[in-house]
T-cell receptor, first 110, second 112 residues
Framework: TQLLEQSPQFLSIQEGENLTVYCNSS?????LQWYRQEPGEGPVLLVT?????EVKKLKRLTFQFGDARKDSSLHITAAQPGDTGLYLC??????????FGQGTRLTINP | DTEVTQTPKHLVMGMTNKKSLKCEQH?????MYWYKQKAKKPPELMFV???????INESVPSRFSPECPNSSLLNLHLHALQPEDSALYLC???????????FGSGTRLTVV
């Protein structure tokens, strides 16, 4: 199993601040997905990054795939309480096995 | 319809009970999955069905028995569970070979 390491594990910041969370692996992967999970719900796919160096934006969220395709980051600008949740990076191993990192639990305080 | 629907949303069962979790999707996805998520942990894969055939079993105990009656439905039959099996059980679906997964809201299972 090729591990995905996420950091930080927990992050609590004030509304309006910026933040970055990271997803790292010692292995190269062909693509990486980011999900957000709210309490009592299933994960929701935010983005898939495929190309080394790729940057994708989703409103105030910016996702980057490392040039070597071993790492990825998620940057949130001007965080809002609605951004609170568990952020998970994930990759597909083999044909269909989606494997998640340990997650970053984000709390945005009003 | 872009949803995966799971029922029931909550389930409490005794260790001698038999119950089933149900999952349904109408997106034409031909791969369906069961995941288990314990508190403060990420989801962990249990089973994968591809074209209605079981393709991956992650060494799950036999007290969990999956079934895929057709391309839209996925069941998880539960029997003689233990309290440590209490968790959020998530169903997901995707196109075969497509990496975008759609998850249901899960069934919160408590074994007493």
């Amino acid at each position: 199993t090729q591990l995905l390491e996420q950091s930080p594990q927990f992050l609590s910041i004030q509304e309006g601040e910026n933040l970055t969370v990271y997803c790292n692996s010692s292995s190269v992967f062909s693509s990486l997905q980011w999900y957000r999970q709210e309490p009592g719900e299933g994960p929701v796919l935010l983005v898939t990054v495929v190309t080394g160096g790729e940057v994708k934006k989703l409103k105030r969220l910016t996702f980057q795939f490392g040039d070597a395709r071993k790492d990825s980051s998620l940057h949130i600008t001007a965080a809002q309480p609605g951004d609170t949740g568990l952020y998970l990076c994930a990759r597909v191993q083999g044909a269909q096995k989606l494997v998640f990192g340990q997650g970053t639990r984000l709390t945005i305080n009003p | 319809d872009t949803e995966v629907t799971q029922t029931p949303k909550h389930l409490v069962m005794g260790m001698t009970n038999k119950k089933s979790l149900k999952c349904e999707q109408h997106m034409g996805h031909r791969a369906m999955y069961w995941y288990k998520q314990k508190a403060k942990k990420p989801p962990e894969l249990m089973f994968v069905y591809s074209y209605e055939k079981l393709s991956i079993n992650e060494s799950v105990p036999s007290r969990f028995s999956p079934e895929c009656p057709n391309s839209s439905l996925l069941n998880l039959h539960l029997h003689a569970l233990q309290p440590e099996d209490s968790a959020l059980y998530l169903c997901a679906s995707s196109q075969v070979g497509w990496e975008g997964y759609t998850f249901g809201s899960g069934t919160r299972l408590t074994v007493v």
